[in-house]
């Protein structure tokens, strides 16, 4: 039976702020012009363009402007006369000792009138919320409407949530949020929650869903039939790791069940086909298997999204690590206990229940002239070019997850380089495997490939920005197959290591492509150059100088 009410639930769209999880808040500006005229011609009550950061807000990469919403260079954005504009603040970043800063909130928000806001919202978990409660009221007397969102709601034990919902009341705040941070509530939980806000707060209440179970459009659904009064969306779900409940998704809902005809969903279309589709397929958010799983485990959703990045792990080896991850560190992301869980996983066979057998150590090979060869696309473009040089200058080669046996063929002294388990195992089982040697920073394989292959171990392991080779370990910035390759070839200390197929990427924001640079930092002063074409910082002599 249709439901012929028309709520008076607003939509927020915060793709610009949370989606700026997934591209470091670097939007092109047509781009985002494009979303906002969108948005507004949908419907949209409130459109959160980003954060608003101080000075003392640091990062590892650069940050584009939504991070900032710095207001003399968001002006080229037009006004419209409909949705307001908010930005976001990370409560503590505004606080001290619990206290607001003063200096902080002067040195980067001005009085609203000023301003090209209407909204400010506070992002705050509940060890900061008496400061945020304070913090609120400092906004309101710059004359921004406020709200505050609580984090992180799934992990808060009832006595917890009583407490902030209680805290929260006390303040001016114009909305109180609760965030499903990890994506683990359901839509009991969420009206559980509903219910609880309003035995202490009789204000306006929103609520922002994460996907990491499937269940943000469900959440969302239930805060409406409880008679919630502000809900959050992003385009195609843009957000970090699992990502959001889909703009265009609650949009239809309210449009053809609820009737709610003041937004049009179709004003969408053109925006979704033109500017979220490709950056879907270049930032790759959304549900998969590790997302739900870190919900289920309530394990900060970075952790996934550091290791799904630059997709060198299996599945498997993703839920290894999440299960390695030490439980005191699972609700904040922590670098150091992500690379400890890490190492802890990549350099032993996944799933393996059988007797393994211990590899015996590489040892290095004696040669003035390597060459390495990666898997880039560059290999099949100067395929006839690289198979020319190892003829001409008989290199040794040292070739990572080989597809074919070209290479091989023509080599006088052929290595091959594998580090996944997956691809090991398949070398292994191949049907013409030969006694080629294979390198591997395993260190163990089943029993039963022990007369299979010649294959031996440097023991691989992780530390974020270090490299250190010798010929009973490498320390590597990230477990990729092209370091460990280049690092059997610096161990022989030739006089000169070619590379060919390290293409690298256009982008150098890749997290891949800066993984790869914090290793040629580390290794600049090896005999390194690239024989085919590269936008990573190394020496490129070209290959047609090398032959005749």
Same mark, same amino acid.
Not at 521 to 531: N, R
């Given at each position: ?11 927020? &769209? ?82 001290? #000792? ?53 984090? %992180? ?83 195609? %779900? ?80 993703? #839920? ?32 393996? &229940? ?49 597809? #074919? ?48 292959? #010649? ?48 293409? %690298? ?44």
């Amino acid at each position: 039976m249709a439901d012929i009410r028309d709520p008076k639930v607003k939509i927020l &769209d915060c793709t610009l702020r949370d989606g700026g999880y997934c591209n470091n808040w670097q939007f092109d500006k047509k781009e985002a012009s494009a979303m906002i005229h969108a948005l507004n011609n949908a419907g949209l009550d409130i459109i959160e363009l980003g954060y608003k950061s101080p000075k003392s807000h640091t990062s590892k990469s650069f940050e584009g402007l939504f991070r900032y919403c710095t207001e003399s260079q968001i002006q080229f954005l037009e006004e419209y006369p409909a949705a307001e504009y908010a930005f976001m603040l990370d409560a503590k970043e505004f606080l001290i #000792n619990d206290k607001v800063d003063r200096s902080v909130v002067d040195e980067c928000i001005p009085q609203c009138e000023e301003s090209f806001f209407d909204w400010v919202r506070i992002a705050s978990y509940y060890p900061t919320l008496q400061g945020t409660v304070e913090l609120t009221d400092v906004l309101r007397d710059l004359g921004y409407k406020v709200t505050i969102n609580l984090m %992180g709601t799934s992990l808060l034990t009832e006595d917890d949530l009583n407490k902030a919902f209680s805290l929260a009341s006390i303040s001016k705040t114009d909305v109180l949020y609760f965030s499903d941070s990890f994506g683990d509530l359901k839509p009991n939980d969420v009206c559980q929650c509903i219910d609880l806000i309003r035995h202490y707060y009789s204000g306006k209440i929103g609520i922002h869903t994460h996907d990491n179970n499937g269940l943000a459009f469900a959440n969302t659904i239930a805060a409406i039939d409880a008679g919630i009064d502000f809900v959050d969306a992003t385009l195609m %779900g843009m957000g970090r790791g699992a990502g959001n409940l889909r703009t265009e998704q609650i949009l239809l809902y309210l449009y053809f069940k609820l009737h709610k005809h003041s937004v049009n969903p179709s004003e969408l279309l053109e925006v979704l086909d033109s500017v979220m589709i490709p950056l879907h397929k270049k930032c790759q958010w959304g549900w998969d298997y590790t997302y739900m799983l870190s919900a289920m485990q309530n394990i900060h959703p970075t952790y996934c999204q550091h290791l799904r990045a630059t997709n060198q792990y299996t599945i498997g080896q993703v #839920n290894g690590i999440l299960h390695c991850i030490d439980p005191s560190k699972r609700e904040k992301f922590d670098e150091r206990a992500l690379f400890k869980a890490i190492d802890s996983v990549v350099a032993r066979p996944v799933q393996v &229940d059988e007797r393994l057998i211990n590899l015996p150590l590489y040892e290095p090979l004696k040669g003035d002239t390597f060459l390495v060869i990666a898997t880039g696309p560059n290999i099949d473009s100067y395929c006839d070019e690289i198979v020319a040089f190892i003829k001409q200058r008989s290199p040794i080669v040292i070739e990572c997850n080989p597809k #074919n046996t070209l290479f091989e063929a023509v080599s006088p002294t052929y290595i091959k380089a594998i580090l996944n388990w997956v691809r090991l195992r398949k070398a292994l089982e191949s049907p013409d495997l030969s006694r080629t040697p294979i390198v591997s920073g395993l260190t163990a394989i089943p029993e039963k490939y022990r007369n299979h292959a #010649n294959v031996c171990t440097i023991p691989c392991h992780i530390s974020k920005g270090n490299v250190q080779l010798d010929q009973m370990s490498m320390i590597l910035p990230a477990y990729v197959v092209g370091m460990f390759a280049v690092g059997l070839a610096l161990l022989s200390k030739p006089e000169k290591i070619y590379l060919a197929g390290f293409d %690298g990427y256009e982008d150098d924001r890749n997290p891949r492509h800066q993984e790869m640079n914090v290793f040629w930092k580390e290794t600049s002063s090896s005999p390194l150059v690239s024989i085919t074409p590269t936008t990573y910082p190394i020496t490129i002599e070209p290959v047609y100088r090398l032959i005749k």
